[in-house]
DNA sequence: CGTTGAAACGGACCCAGGGTCCGTATTCTA
DNA sequence: TAGAATACGGACCCTGGGTCCGTTTCAACG
């Protein structure tokens, strides 16, 4: 997966480069917004002009890690065992997918905040957005009883955008297990199907 | 309300000048991106000195136009009648509140998309939002059986994220009826409280 | 009214940061 | 090792938010 075909050697050595001093850069720095692309090119110690042509725009570069860190996370649910993996039950799967990706923004905070919030274009653009969404909704589609599968999928996406997990990971010091749990219990109610609603349980 | 204390008339005219322009800009403009402060200063006929001195930044000017559209809808939930006002029970009041926001944004597209993008700074720290969370997390501490107010309060509003609106009614073409009822549901769902998870209710 | 100081005006100006250009250096191929 | 193809890199451009300050307008007072 390194080589990426593409003959001269200076230019895969420089994309590595690149991809380690952004890397190392946005992990460091608070905000996402204090890393400059000159900033990036110096840390490589590479001129702009190659940072640009190998990664296109910021968000080329952004993407360029993003999907390098998710790749583990979707070979586990293409192809992996349960939970994450297809052979799981719908009703099993959801939350653990949904616990996949919250872990995976905790582990990433800075680097899917800066790729969510990036500026033009609405994260719903984004295809690894649309992946998520389409699998979360297949998924959703073989629960019976369960209408709405397509707002459900974004709506429960939603609980765990960048933004939100930053904010309470960073402002109200909630920690990640209790996140995890929180998280796990919404979807589980979120999950509820038939037609009662409204229903205050028996104690 | 118009008046805002401060002498010189100029000053005053000139804000609702700004005032005016932008609300008319950016609702006009496909993407709140490309309003720019030059745009608005020479719309509503004004340097951008003046428009600056107003309203600090841009920031300032989106909040500024935000809170002015939320008023009527902040009145009705603090003092008004049933199903927003204060009297209404609190499994009622939720699902009301949320389709409120969701209606407000829904009308006020391109202004909500660009508070909410805004940049720097995460829309969890503008303290509309905050205020937004506090109600519907008091609100939802009041249903006995319910934990996790706060979390639960968070997710809920994700649904209602402004990008995400814009996404449901701009690409997939979602009508605001179906919307409200899907969001409506999503959020009954999410109320479910009690000891039972897992149901596969019968049909 | 006329004066006068305070407040507001407005557009030239500054600056950061994303993105481009092109003369130069490097690599591959034969 | 010559030549073409490709990559390099940093000077440069441009947009857009935000500031500065000389000029104008307001309103309070005589």
Redesign the pocket.
Known sequence: MPARQ??????I???EAVLAAAEALFTRRESP???????V?AAA??????????F????GLLRALYEARLEPIRQAVETGPAPLGPATSPRDRVPALLDAILCFKLDNRRLALALEEGGSSSPYRAEHYERWHHLLRTVLEQIPGLTNSDFTAHALLAATRADLVEHLAGEERIPREGMRAQLANFVTRALVSGPLQGLTAEE
């Open positions: 593409s003959s001269r050697k200076d230019a050595r420089n994309r917004e204090d890393v400059t692309m000159a900033d090119a110690g590479v001129g702009k002009g190659t940072l640009f042509r190998a296109g725009d910021r968000a």
